[in-house]
């Protein structure tokens, strides 16, 4: 994953920045950091259900499935960085 992010392939190029609030940005840096929904929901005091709703949000919202798709994205996009990752 390192050395696709690393890489110039950027698929997302094309794709305007997508406006996400405070809240989903965090949701997609902790999911990327590989916490839960669970560990999510306690870390910025939403529940469960709310932190799982705005995952499928964003991943409609950025057409990636899955942890590794919405990865990529964030590195692709400059949401995280790969100094970031653990």
């Known amino acids: 994953m390192k050395e696709m992010a690393a890489s ?12 996400f609030t405070e809240e989903e940005l ?3 840096r902790l999911t990327c950091f590989g916490l839960t ?3 999510i929901a306690a870390r910025i005091y939403l529940s469960e259900r709310k ?5 499928v949000k964003i991943k409609e919202q950025t057409e990636v499935s899955g942890h ?3 990865l990529f994205y964030a590195l692709k996009t ?9």
């Open 8 to 19: 110039s392939y950027n698929p997302y190029k094309k794709i305007k920045m997508l406006d």
């Open 26 to 28: 965090e949701i997609i």
């Open 37 to 39: 929904i669970q560990e």
């Open 51 to 55: 932190v799982s709703r705005l995952k």
């Open 68 to 70: 590794h798709g919405l």
């Open 78 to 86: 400059g949401i995280i960085n790969l100094s970031d990752l653990p």
